[in-house]
Antibody, heavy 117, light 110 residues
């Protein structure tokens, strides 16, 4: 069964850091582009970042560029999102998702990040 | 990285049909046949219901259909069921910015 399980969310003060993890099963993490998408409380979905199959090509939304870093560990079948210099506006549920022709066809259950001032 | 434009709400009675629009630009919706639609029930993760403008993944009822004309894509839900009440999001490939989402449409089944 194809599955994504996020972890690593929590409460952090403004300016702090968190590392989110997304463990995949049922496929290999390096075989697909992978994304992070977030959803602030009561708001819509916002694309955050992606990593391509080569593992070195990455992209970020302007709002997180320079603060967030996406990476993966093929041996651990895990996708990561390192989040530094967190801001109150980064508060959201963070989802990892698998890409299939720019369609996010499999999603995790999400992990909640709360940034306090 | 501007979001695609969706109406904030839509509604219909059971058995009726409802269409939800998703308007982008010639750099995203108009440029690629990579428009997807997602259904999100309250407190749950999004689930894809349409990919590549009009393809339905396995297990998605054929009541859901997608189309595109120019810079606007549409999701049509026919024969509305109570369980269709959810928020629906469109997304599109957007070149270098890769993926852009719409703001979401809350569908109410009256």
């Amino acid at each position: 069964e194809v599955q994504l399980v996020e972890s690593g969310g929590g409460l952090v003060q403004s300016g702090g850091s968190l590392r989110l993890s997304c463990e995949v099963s049922g496929f290999t993490v390096e075989s697909h582009w992978m994304h992070w998408v977030r959803q602030a409380p009561g708001k819509g979905l916002v694309w955050v970042s992606l990593i391509k199959t080569d593992g070195t090509t990455t992209a970020y939304a302007d709002s997180v560029k320079g603060r967030f870093t996406i990476s993966r560990d093929n041996a651990k079948s895990t996708l990561y999102l390192q989040m530094n210099n967190l801001r109150v506006e980064d508060t959201a549920v963070y989802y990892c998702a698998r890409d299939f022709y720019s369609c996010l066809d499999v999603w995790g259950q999400g992990t909640t990040v709360t940034v306090s001032s | 990285q501007s979001a695609l434009t969706q109406p904030p709400s839509a509604s219909g009675s059971p058995g009726q049909s409802v269409a939800i629009s998703c308007t982008g630009t010639s750099s995203d919706v108009g440029a690629y046949n990579y428009v997807s639609w997602y259904q999100q029930h309250l407190g749950k993760a999004p689930k894809v219901i349409i990919s590549e403008v009009s393809k339905r993944p396995s297990g998605v009822p054929d009541r859901f259909s997608g189309s595109k004309s120019g810079n606007t894509a549409s999701l049509t839900v026919s024969g509305l069921q109570p369980e269709d009440e959810a928020v629906y999001y469109c997304s599109s490939h957007a070149g270098s910015t890769h993926v852009v989402f719409g703001g979401g449409t809350k569908l109410t089944v009256l």
